[in-house]
């Protein structure tokens, strides 16, 4: 037989039992279709409502099955939950306790870095640094250098043509003429609430001692006063706490300043030095900065406002008495001010310092100085 042939056989046998599974199915549905018997609908609510009441009403077995089974399931999980409890308790203690070894750690660490920083002296306690900051009292005041210059008879005669009236000299019961003398002209000194205190004493390491003013309370109404004189941009309103604060740092700092616009600089040093006067009248017994045998330094905040007087009158007095060719003095008192404040130095005195030991001769201390200096603060830079 070919394969043609063979292909027709199978088809048509394919076709034989497709005809029988159509058969078989239409003799089964027309059996059921025979055997359907129709049911009232309401009967299917009556059904329902049996089932409900069986719902309702379980039989006391079902009960009990139902009720031993969610206290073991309760159990179950009381005992899940302790487990879990517990196992994130003890993760919460171990990541506590690691954390309390850590911050024991990190604070032996900062008391190790604390103990040897104080161990550590300070570079610029050096004995070699503190050398240079020995400060000669005879070369302090402007007075003393004016006269080794022009002689007694000069300078007295300049003082009585400042004072034409010729008036009876005032004496003075402070006997601190460190940096500047009472002059005739000034109104009596009399203490107005400004003191200076020991803030931090030297220890056994360092040889460094902390001051600073403090002001009364008096003192501090005083300040307001100013301040609201300031804002008023009324200079007569200065002048009105000056003539009942006779020596009030700020006020005769800002009358200076007010004089030195209106180009009478003789009025501005003048003011200037009546302010340090009352500043140097000021300082405590242990301040001694013209005789220091010890090598101690004696260090003044500038970031204190209350010393911020002090600072400013300095450099101030520097500048007006180098203007008047003392230059000796004006480099004492650039070595007083830096020596209050040698780290910072918050206004720059150290670029002074140069230009006043050439004017003044001081050839050797400036060569001292540059090689003490020059590695902390790098006077070689360009």
Request: neutral net charge.
């Amino acid at each position: 037989m070919t394969t043609r042939a063979i292909k027709k056989l199978v088809k048509k046998d394919d076709l034989k039992d497709l005809e029988l599974k159509l058969n078989r199915t239409l003799e089964s549905e027309e059996s059921e279709e025979e055997n359907f018997v129709p049911r009232n609908k309401f009967d299917l609510l009556d059904e329902q409502l049996n089932l409900d009441q069986d719902e309702e009403n379980p039989t006391s077995e079902e009960c009990e099955k139902e009720e031993i089974k969610p206290v073991a399931s309760s159990k179950k999980k009381k005992k899940k939950t302790k487990g879990k409890r517990e196992t994130g308790q003890s993760k919460n203690f171990k990541f506590v306790s690691t954390k309390i070894q850590e911050d024991n750690t990190t604070l032996e660490e900062l008391s190790n870095l604390n103990l040897n920083a104080q161990s550590a002296a300070s570079p610029y306690e050096n004995s070699s640094i503190r050398r240079l900051f020995k400060i000669e009292s005879k070369y302090l005041n402007a007075d003393n250098e004016m006269i080794r210059m022009f002689g007694a008879k000069i300078v007295q005669g300049e003082r009585n043509s400042q004072n034409p009236r010729g008036g009876r000299r005032q004496m003075n019961r402070f006997k601190n003429n460190a940096i500047v003398n009472m002059k005739s002209t000034w109104p009596q000194f009399t203490k107005e609430g400004l003191s200076m205190k020991i803030l931090k004493e030297n220890d056994s390491l360092s040889k460094t001692i902390e001051f600073t003013f403090e002001h009364s309370k008096e003192y501090q109404q005083v300040q307001f006063r100013f301040l609201d004189a300031v804002e008023s941009l009324d200079h007569n309103n200065i002048m009105n706490i000056l003539q009942l604060n006779r020596y009030h740092i700020d006020s005769l700092i800002q009358l200076s300043d007010i004089s030195r616009i209106h180009d009478d600089t003789q009025m501005a040093a003048d003011l200037i030095e009546r302010a340090l006067f009352a500043l140097q009248n000021s300082f405590h017994p242990s301040f001694k900065f013209t005789s220091n045998s010890a090598g101690q330094i004696y260090k003044i905040d500038y970031n204190r406002v209350e010393n911020r007087g002090l600072f400013i009158c300095l450099f101030k007095q520097i500048l007006y008495i180098g203007g008047k060719a003392c230059y000796r003095t004006s480099l004492e008192l650039c070595k007083f001010l830096l020596s209050l404040d040698i780290q910072s130095d918050p206004l720059g005195v150290i670029l002074l310092i140069d230009f006043y030991a050439i004017r003044s001769s001081q050839y050797e201390y400036l060569v001292e100085f540059y090689e003490a200096f020059n590695e902390l603060k790098h006077l070689n830079a360009s």
